[in-house]
């Protein structure tokens, strides 16, 4: 199955033994007991992925972008939700991208919030006008802003798979009826918040996705990354246009390529995708770059 395999780059660290590694994120927990208990240690690498892919080629400096932004939205963000970091060091060997965090108990739902129709979104509105269920108004477009923000949730899908959108009923079925409605609050509450602050920015957070884990003492928490270019769409706001696609501040210079002929690859093979060009790692390099600062730095 395409994708499934993660280039082995996880380095090794000392006090800590490497147990996962996702599409972009490797996962270690402590050799000894650590002093700030049941943790593990999330560590962001260069690595980017596309159409379920793991790419050949790494992207210089996004690992720590998209910890550095993190960090900064979990702050923007602490009085609605509290989330999983932990205030202790991490090696010399991945500082700057990674993170000490609690162990949880993590929910298998994506938590998307959408507060503009494009994506996956857009497709199943031009099927049934509905997303996820949720019927929307006649006559939206790529690009149109919804009337307000809406819960649709995605089951987890393994390295290589796709995350499949689903109903709230759903999710209720999955994990229950309580903890579903806490989810879906707490999400559309943080895309809210975050929407605001955006905006200040000149940036439109057209859609985003959270993952929340609980605690052993059951409290819900925020977790993984949160509001970066890798796991939200971001638009510049002076260029909005509803009726097309809208330029954004995340991978699309490597969708774009690989889509294209120069690329010569066939995203509906099982052959792997090939080296990015020189050109468009820079190019996206300056997009991550360009996100950050103008969100973390003004």
């Given at each position: 199955?395409?994708?499934?395999?993660?280039p082995?780059?996880?380095?090794?660290?000392?006090?800590?033994?490497?147990?996962y590694s996702?599409?972009i994120?490797?996962?270690y927990?402590?050799?000894?007991?650590?002093?700030?208990?049941d943790?593990?240690?999330?560590v962001?690498?260069d690595?980017?992925s596309?159409?379920?892919w793991?790419?050949?080629?790494?992207?210089?400096?996004?690992?720590?972008i998209?910890?550095g932004l993190?960090l900064w939205?979990?702050?923007q963000?602490?009085?609605?939700v509290a989330?999983?970091?932990?205030?202790?060091p991490?090696p010399a060997?991945?500082?700057?991208?990674?993170m000490?965090?609690?162990?949880?108990?993590?929910?298998?739902v994506e938590c998307v919030?959408?507060?503009?129709?494009?994506?996956?979104?857009?497709?199943?509105?031009q099927?049934?006008?509905?997303?996820?269920?949720i019927?929307?108004?006649?006559?939206?477009v790529?690009?149109s802003r919804?009337p307000e923000?809406i819960?649709?949730p995605a089951?987890?899908?393994?390295?290589?798979e796709?995350?499949?959108?689903?109903?709230?009923e759903?999710?209720?079925e999955r994990?229950?009826?309580?903890?579903?409605?806490?989810?879906r609050?707490?999400?559309?509450?943080?895309y809210?918040?975050?929407?605001?602050?955006?905006?200040?920015?000149?940036?439109?957070?057209?859609?985003?996705?959270?993952?929340?884990?609980?605690t052993?003492?059951?409290q819900?928490l925020?977790?993984?990354?949160?509001?970066?270019?890798?796991?939200?769409?971001?638009?510049p706001?002076d260029?909005?246009?509803?009726g097309?696609a809208?330029p954004?501040?995340?991978?699309?210079?490597?969708?774009d390529?690989?889509?294209?002929?120069?690329?010569?690859?066939?995203?509906?093979?099982d052959?792997?995708?090939?080296?990015?060009?020189?050109?468009?790692?820079e190019r996206?390099?300056?997009?991550?770059?360009?996100?950050?600062?103008?969100?973390?730095?003004?």
């Open positions: 199955m395409p994708g499934h395999v993660v082995p780059t996880a380095p090794e660290l000392p006090g800590w033994r490497h147990v996702g599409k994120r490797d996962l927990e402590p050799v000894e007991p650590h002093p700030a208990g943790v593990v240690l999330v962001a690498s690595r980017i596309a159409y379920d793991v790419l050949p080629t790494e992207i210089p400096g996004k690992g720590g998209l910890t993190s939205w979990f702050d963000v602490r009085e609605i989330n999983h970091t932990v205030e202790a991490v060997e991945v500082e700057g991208r990674a000490v965090c609690k162990r949880l108990d993590m929910f298998p919030a959408r507060g503009y129709l494009t994506g996956s979104g857009l497709v199943e509105y099927e049934s006008g509905t997303v996820c269920g019927p929307l108004p006649d006559g939206l790529d690009g919804l923000p819960f649709t089951t987890k899908a393994e390295v290589g796709h995350d499949e959108n689903v109903s709230f759903a999710i209720v994990i229950g009826l309580e903890d579903a409605v806490a989810l609050d707490l999400t559309l509450a943080v809210s918040r975050a929407h605001e602050i955006a905006a200040t920015k000149g940036i439109i957070l057209a859609d985003t996705k959270f993952e929340f884990g609980r052993a003492d059951g819900i925020l977790a993984d990354e949160v509001l970066t270019p890798d796991s939200s769409r971001f638009w706001a260029e909005w246009e509803p097309h809208q954004s501040f995340d991978k699309q210079f490597v969708r390529w690989l889509t294209s002929a120069e690329s010569g690859w066939d995203r509906r093979s052959d792997a995708p090939p080296a990015l060009p020189a050109d468009v790692v996206t390099r300056q997009r991550y770059i360009e996100a950050f600062d103008r969100l973390a730095k003004h």
